[in-house]
């Protein structure tokens, strides 16, 4: 059965939620053994989204304060950061369709925020969008 990327991309979240609680926990781990644990598959889009999110985590963090109104990435919960980071970094640095890296990370916001976190996703992501990708 072929697995879809919405399904990898709800993989990703995952890792990178676990990632942020261990870092907040101050537990060592190893990044490649935290993938392996949410993809027996080795999936490259995995990898290379989390490696990535991981490797521009503060630069994302930048952009995405920038845009967010009287509020900052910090003060989200730890499935919020996962899929703003996520979704940002997928708009930024990927060849993924722009709507499509909108869209993802509302559907996955919808599920796992609630409406006010799905708001501002939209909002600061639309902002990305226009003021931080280059013109195709």
Do not use: C, H
Request: charged share 35%; net charge negative.
């Amino acid at each position: 059965m072929k697995v879809t990327r919405s399904e990898l991309r709800e993989k990703i979240m995952t890792i990178l939620y676990q990632i942020n609680i261990y870092r907040k926990d101050k537990i060592e781990y190893d990044i490649e053994n935290v993938i392996k644990e949410s993809d027996k598959t080795n999936n490259t889009f995995i990898k290379n989204i989390v490696e990535g999110v991981l490797n521009k985590e503060e630069e994302l963090d930048i952009i995405i304060n920038k845009y967010m109104k009287d509020w900052n990435i910090e003060r989200l919960g730890n499935i919020d950061q996962a899929i703003f980071r996520m979704s940002t970094y997928e708009l930024l640095y990927t060849y993924t369709p722009k709507i499509v890296s909108i869209n993802e990370g509302i559907e996955l916001s919808k599920k796992f925020s609630d409406e006010k976190i799905t708001k501002m996703l939209n909002a600061v992501l639309d902002e990305i969008l226009d003021n931080e990708v280059p013109n195709e």
